[in-house]
């Protein structure tokens, strides 16, 4: 009987376990993750307004719950304190990894560090109730705020910063977040990219959400869009960035509605310094640029600052290295043939890789089903030769016996019902715990 370690319970750690017990009926799989719930980015990184893709924890819970899928909790590995790599490869006949991009890419500009600049990722995590997150008081003498990037991350943390309390109190923000957004004097969001608006990331369901926020105005300067060659003719553009585009230039088209908060979406704008004011963050310096007719863009020379107090930078993200596994720098991946990790350009079976870690920080949670797939094509293909090793019974012994005692499915589901009785406690539906002693507390506080 193969037994198979899966290291990540989000999308691709899920649809990776799912294509195991599908073809292969007699696979054992355990889900490992370091955090003591389940679903990744679909718990942790999905803005908490939208509902539709937290859903999709459903479809990964039915994968979790399969009577040859178990669940492990509050698992580190190939780090200081968790389980060494080598020691998961003697548990497991093989170990796939699926553990994502969890750094975030920086701008690499003066002032970088200043109070009050952060990754977007360190603000979703705030509140998403990531047990790792700080309470940094993000909007805390904030008035104006500067997005730099223009993906769906980007537009998540805009329409956060602009949406009122009485929009966030149904969701499972944690309560300390919400009131901290609730009480936010920010009036003026700003999202800034350095190309035109042909050639934006984000979606177009993303974007139009922006237009449908009480009491807040989206506004786009038509110089950015008559500077952009694609939006006179956006007809040649592929389908998801002709939209954009159309939709970006309804928006140039309105007038001020005179609106309590605004939205503006900034393009040909490279931050070049982040300037201090009182000690901290107090605008940013950009300098405006142009299309290079290579598909790129070039500085013009020309600057201009925007005041803000909070910056957020949503430039993209990439894998860190995993002690016992082969990196590549420059991709930030782990190198593979067919989801095989290579070790010295050989594939050793054993060692697989899906998601992220893999491909890098690309396409959507829906791309994680083929990539999930042909590792797992892969790993099937190695199995008469992996199950010639012999491993333990059960590896959750040997996991107790070096003094790691995880966190199994009736403990997530202890976890479930703390967040749901604390929520009735506020007068709200469901809240999210969001510190590891409160989460660990409930996980082992029994039915």
């Not at 008469?384 to 403990?411: F, M, Q, T, Y």
């Amino acid at each position: 009987m193969l037994r198979v370690a899966v290291v990540g319970s989000g999308p691709s750690g899920c649809y990776t376990a799912q294509n195991l017990v599908q073809l292969d009926p007699t696979v054992r799989v355990d889900v490992l993750d370091r955090l003591p719930c389940p679903y990744g980015l679909v718990r942790y990184g999905v803005a908490p307004d939208h509902e539709k893709i937290k859903s999709l924890q459903g479809n990964l819970r039915t994968v979790l719950e399969h009577e040859r899928v178990r669940f492990l909790g509050g698992v580190r590995v190939g780090v200081t304190g968790g389980v060494p790599v080598e020691r998961l490869r003697e548990l497991y006949h093989a170990v796939v990894y699926c553990v994502g991009a969890a750094a975030d890419r920086r701008l690499g500009i003066p002032g970088e560090e200043l109070p009050g600049s952060w990754s977007a990722t360190e603000f979703v995590s705030w509140y998403s109730a990531h047990p790792d997150a700080v309470d940094a008081g993000f909007v805390r003498d904030a008035r104006s705020a500067v997005v730099i990037g223009v993906g769906n991350v980007a537009v998540d943390v805009a329409r956060m910063l602009a949406r009122g309390a009485a929009e966030l109190r149904p969701t499972d923000m944690p309560q300390q977040a919400l009131t901290a957004l609730a009480a936010s004097r920010i009036r003026e969001v700003h999202v800034m990219g350095r190309r035109g608006p042909s050639q934006a990331r984000f979606t177009t369901k993303e974007l139009r959400e922006l237009a449908g926020l009480p009491e807040t105005e989206v506004r786009v300067e038509p110089a950015d869009l008559a500077l952009d060659p694609a939006c006179a003719d956006p007809s040649a553009l592929p389908a998801a960035q002709r939209r954009n585009v159309e939709v970006l230039r309804g928006w140039s088209d309105a007038g001020g509605r005179g609106a309590e908060r605004s939205i503006r979406l900034r393009f040909f704008l490279r931050p070049v310094e982040l300037l201090a004011e009182g000690g901290r963050v107090g605008a940013v310096l950009f300098e405006r640029t142009e299309p290079d007719g290579r598909g790129g863009v070039r500085g013009t020379g020309r600057y201009e600052t925007v005041e803000a107090q909070l910056v957020l930078r949503s430039v993209g993200y990439r894998g860190v290295p995993l002690d016992g596994l082969p990196f590549d720098e420059e991709s930030g991946t782990v190198p593979h043939e067919a989801g095989r990790v290579l070790h010295s350009c050989f594939g050793a079976p054993g060692d697989y890789v899906a998601g992220w870690i893999k491909r890098g920080p690309t396409g959507v949670i829906g791309t994680n089903r083929p990539d999930a797939k042909e590792t797992v094509a892969s790993l099937l293909a190695d199995a008469p030769a992996l199950l010639r090793r012999e491993v333990p019974e059960d590896p959750v012994a040997a996991l107790r016996s070096a003094g790691i005692e995880p966190v199994e499915w009736r403990g997530w589901q202890a976890i479930e019902r703390a967040e749901a009785a604390l929520g009735a406690r506020l007068g709200r539906s469901v809240v999210k715990l969001a510190d590891w002693n409160s989460l660990l507390a409930a996980a082992r506080s029994g039915p």
